[in-house]
């Protein structure tokens, strides 16, 4: 499976992939705004759960490798997971390596992982979150269609502390 835009291939991830995969999660600076960074041993965990196969009635993520087409530099990853197969809803998450934020990456990445949501996969919703504080990731989604639905208050802990995050939407055009 390939996904191609202007600046962006999706492609699934493979084991070729453990090197970004390690970097994207256990980063302090990559990681700020969504998780405390992974262990060694929690990163190869998840990198294992990703790269088996996948299908549309999976409860694992799909994910994506997110590679530069000019270059081949891998950039990032994106990901969706259904969440609730009756009403065909997924979530969507991506981070990207430094380097390629604020780029434009993440917008193209997440407008063919959500075109390919709602075409290929025929689902009726998007929803994402994010940290209140994490201002490129919500702008992303803002940019992409995604809807603002709530904030939940105090939802999750981050470097000690409590954060707030923002829960974001987006419904199928074709509904």
């Known amino acids: ?38 262990s060694i041993a929690e990163t190869k965990e998840r990198f294992e759960e990703r790269i088996q196969p996948w299908s549309d009635k999976s ?8 590679d530069e087409i000019n270059s081949g530099n891998k950039l990032g990853s994106i990901g969706l997971k259904i969440t609730n197969h009756q009403a065909n809803i997924a979530e969507v998450g991506y981070l990207l390596k430094t380097e390629a934020q604020g780029k434009g990456i993440a917008l193209e990445a997440l407008t063919l992982i959500k075109n390919y949501a709602f ?8 929803v994402a979150s994010c940290s209140s504080n994490n201002i490129g990731s919500y702008k992303v989604l803002e940019k992409a269609g995604f809807m603002r639905e709530g904030c939940l208050k105090q939802n999750s802990i981050l470097n000690g ?15």
């Open 161 to 175: 502390k409590y954060i707030d995050d923002y829960i974001y939407g987006l419904c199928s055009p074709a509904i």
């Open 1 to 38: 499976m390939q996904i191609s835009g202007i600046k962006v291939n999706l492609r699934l991830l493979d084991k070729s992939d453990w090197a970004l995969f390690k970097i994207l999660n256990t980063c302090p600076i990559i990681m700020k705004h969504v998780y405390e960074p992974f």
């Open 59 to 66: 409860d694992q993520w799909l994910c994506l490798a997110i």
């Open 119 to 126: 075409t290929t996969l025929n689902l009726n919703k998007l």
